[in-house]
């Protein structure tokens, strides 16, 4: 359990009036119970605490009694970051921007985060029934703008039960972050601007629960981000990695004038994409007042965006949709249209828009990449079955061809085309040649919808298969290919180019 400290207590003197600086106070319960091996701090329940930064700690909980407040302190004195040897004071910067050169170049990315957990650290929580204030200013540009709560390359985190009020940046930046919990956080009454409420950059294995939200900007959103000219002391986006796992669940989300709910698709300065794909998203019975999506990068001359693949939506109220949503690439949707047309069927780009089913073999499926060889495969099948494959939509009556490269090692794989919604097989193909080979599908879809197109196990009971060169083609009138009769009088079949132009 670790110790329980009250900052309030003679041993640490916090005073609580909301006049006094308690930071000092609060900072030594912190570090205290961090070197005695982890456990709770208390900002006690129905006390204004004023302080400057406060550096979170492994293993502790900053936990807010019922009323407790924290609040910023209008001041630049007494302000620290993290060094080695313990802390040191620094001057933040004040106002909105500190670039006129970099587009949106918010000073709150530049200070340290008002709650402050540093790289590296792990199992801290924030809890309780309390508030996270922010600092009382008129003049926006005498303001010290700081994002509530924030932290780069943590793991293993809760923050709930808390409310964050009266800010004016970010409310809370989880950057390259996992293992994470948001729960049953209140954000509301931002100023002096840009009002976002959680942004989760470059994160994995996070849910965010029970949160209720009236932000000025976006309110939660999925942000695939490289090289972000923005970076300072504490953080940056050089380095970057998959946006996956992630649950928006049970939430009620309102913005001002932006997206309650959306992904920011910034990943492009990445030479790698499979770095930057958000994948694994699954969004379920929340109430969302706007959805969409950034495609534009105003940092990077590349044009598109970074992949996404496998993102469910199930039991939403949105209130509206933004256009930008449905010009999106996304593999293998739930509860709106796919991409209509598989892409990196070469798989030159590693993953990118390929989702895989696993057996217990956590090398059952997955890609090899390797210059002018690179495959998608399922392995190790006498554990189960195991699959690779995209999810697109097709539109019914519409003849198609799903063509591939594919080998196995002599079981009787299958290549397929199944709905996504009801599982069913629209079309299939069983393989068990040793060598690459072309293999041809032609189907029509009885009802138009998102569909899987891949390589399973099938009826093989050990060994693996391999998939490359893979395309769907669709055409009005032709099943994807046409007959030609060469000279000597033998049927062969001459693709269409156009015809995988979806």
């Given at each position: 359990?670790?110790?329980?400290?009250?900052?309030?207590?003679?041993?640490?003197?916090?005073?609580?009036?909301?006049?006094?600086?308690?930071?000092?106070?609060?900072?030594?319960?912190?570090?205290?119970?961090?070197?005695?091996?982890?456990?709770?701090?208390?900002?006690?329940?129905?006390?204004?605490?004023?302080?400057?930064?406060?550096?979170?700690?492994?293993?502790?909980?900053?936990?807010?009694?019922?009323?407790?407040?924290?609040?910023?302190?209008?001041?630049?004195?007494?302000?620290?970051?993290?060094?080695?040897?313990?802390?040191?004071?620094?001057?933040?910067?004040?106002?909105?921007?500190?670039?006129?050169?970099?587009?949106?170049?918010h000073c709150w990315y530049k200070n340290y985060p008002f709650i402050f957990a540093p790289e590296g650290a792990s199992g801290f929580k924030i809890t309780g029934g309390g508030t996270v204030r922010m600092a009382d200013v008129k003049d926006a540009a005498k303001l010290i703008k700081l994002c509530p709560v924030g932290f780069y390359r943590c793991r293993d985190f809760e923050i709930s039960g808390i409310t964050i009020t009266n800010y004016h940046g970010y409310a809370m930046?989880?950057?390259?972050?996992?293992?994470?919990?948001?729960?049953?956080?209140?954000?509301?009454?931002?100023?002096?601007?840009?009002?976002?409420?959680?942004?989760?950059?470059?994160?994995?294995?996070?849910?965010?629960?029970?949160?209720?939200?009236?932000?000025?900007?976006?309110?939660?959103?999925?942000?695939?981000?490289?090289?972000?000219?923005?970076?300072?002391?504490?953080?940056?986006?050089?380095?970057?990695?998959?946006?996956?796992?992630?649950?928006?669940?049970?939430?009620?989300?309102?913005?001002?004038?932006?997206?309650?709910?959306?992904?920011?698709?910034?990943?492009?300065?990445?030479?790698?994409?499979?770095?930057?794909?958000?994948?694994?998203?699954?969004?379920?019975?929340?109430?969302?007042?706007?959805?969409?999506?950034?495609?534009?990068?105003?940092?990077?001359?590349?044009?598109?965006?970074?992949?996404?693949?496998?993102?469910?939506?199930?039991?939403?109220?949105?209130?509206?949709?933004?256009?930008?949503?449905?010009?999106?690439?996304?593999?293998?949707?739930?509860?709106?249209?796919?991409?209509?047309?598989?892409?990196?069927?070469?798989?030159?780009?590693?993953?990118?828009?390929?989702?895989?089913?696993?057996?217990?073999?956590?090398?059952?499926?997955?890609?090899?990449?390797?210059?002018?060889?690179?495959?998608?495969?399922?392995?190790?099948?006498?554990?189960?079955?195991?699959?690779?494959?995209?999810?697109?939509?097709?539109?019914?009556?519409?003849?198609?061809?799903?063509?591939?490269?594919?080998?196995?090692?002599?079981?009787?794989?299958?290549?397929?085309?199944?709905?996504?919604?009801?599982?069913?097989?629209?079309?299939?193909?069983?393989?068990?040649?040793?060598?690459?080979?072309?293999?041809?599908?032609?189907?029509?879809?009885?009802?138009?919808?998102?569909?899987?197109?891949?390589?399973?196990?099938?009826?093989?009971?050990?060994?693996?298969?391999?998939?490359?060169?893979?395309?769907?083609?669709?055409?009005?009138?032709?099943?994807?290919?046409?007959?030609?009769?060469?000279?000597?009088?033998?049927?062969?079949?001459?693709?269409?180019d156009k015809l995988f132009r979806r």
């Amino acid at each position: 359990m670790g110790v329980e400290i009250s900052v309030c207590s003679p041993a640490f003197g916090a005073k609580g009036d909301g006049t006094a600086n308690d930071r000092a106070a609060i900072q030594e319960a912190i570090d205290f119970a961090f070197k005695n091996g982890g456990g709770t701090v208390t900002l006690d329940a129905g006390r204004t605490f004023l302080s400057g930064g406060i550096i979170l700690k492994s293993g502790v909980n900053l936990h807010f009694g019922d009323g407790a407040v924290l609040q910023q302190t209008p001041f630049a004195e007494g302000f620290v970051k993290p060094v080695k040897n313990g802390y040191a004071y620094y001057t933040p910067l004040h106002g909105q921007n500190f670039d006129d050169n970099i587009k949106w170049s918010h000073c709150w990315y530049k200070n340290y985060p008002f709650i402050f957990a540093p790289e590296g650290a792990s199992g801290f929580k924030i809890t309780g029934g309390g508030t996270v204030r922010m600092a009382d200013v008129k003049d926006a540009a005498k303001l010290i703008k700081l994002c509530p709560v924030g932290f780069y390359r943590c793991r293993d985190f809760e923050i709930s039960g808390i409310t964050i009020t009266n800010y004016h940046g970010y409310a809370m930046m989880p950057f390259t972050s996992e293992n994470g919990l948001i729960e049953n956080v209140k954000i509301n009454n931002w100023s002096h601007g840009n009002g976002d409420g959680i942004c989760l950059m470059n994160c994995r294995n996070i849910r965010i629960t029970g949160c209720e939200m009236f932000t000025g900007d976006d309110s939660v959103y999925i942000f695939s981000s490289c090289r972000d000219p923005r970076k300072s002391e504490w953080w940056n986006s050089d380095s970057p990695q998959p946006s996956e796992n992630i649950e928006i669940d049970h939430n009620d989300l309102k913005s001002n004038h932006c997206k309650a709910f959306g992904m920011i698709l910034w990943g492009l300065n990445c030479e790698d994409p499979e770095k930057v794909e958000v994948r694994n998203v699954y969004v379920h019975d929340n109430h969302f007042e706007t959805m969409g999506n950034w495609l534009w990068n105003p940092y990077t001359d590349r044009a598109g965006f970074p992949p996404v693949t496998g993102v469910r939506f199930e039991n939403n109220i949105i209130d509206g949709i933004e256009e930008n949503f449905f010009e999106t690439q996304i593999s293998d949707m739930t509860g709106f249209a796919s991409m209509r047309k598989m892409i990196n069927g070469d798989f030159s780009q590693g993953r990118c828009f390929w989702n895989m089913k696993k057996n217990h073999s956590e090398n059952s499926a997955g890609v090899h990449r390797e210059e002018d060889n690179s495959y998608g495969y399922i392995n190790n099948l006498s554990l189960g079955d195991a699959a690779i494959f995209q999810g697109v939509y097709i539109e019914a009556g519409k003849p198609c061809l799903f063509k591939a490269e594919v080998m196995s090692s002599g079981g009787n794989c299958r290549m397929f085309v199944r709905n996504s919604a009801t599982g069913e097989t629209a079309a299939s193909l069983d393989f068990n040649n040793t060598d690459w080979c072309e293999k041809l599908i032609e189907f029509t879809v009885p009802q138009s919808g998102n569909y899987r197109l891949g390589i399973e196990r099938g009826k093989a009971d050990s060994g693996y298969a391999r998939i490359r060169a893979a395309a769907l083609g669709c055409h009005e009138n032709a099943h994807g290919y046409e007959k030609v009769i060469s000279d000597r009088g033998k049927i062969i079949y001459k693709y269409n180019d156009k015809l995988f132009r979806r």
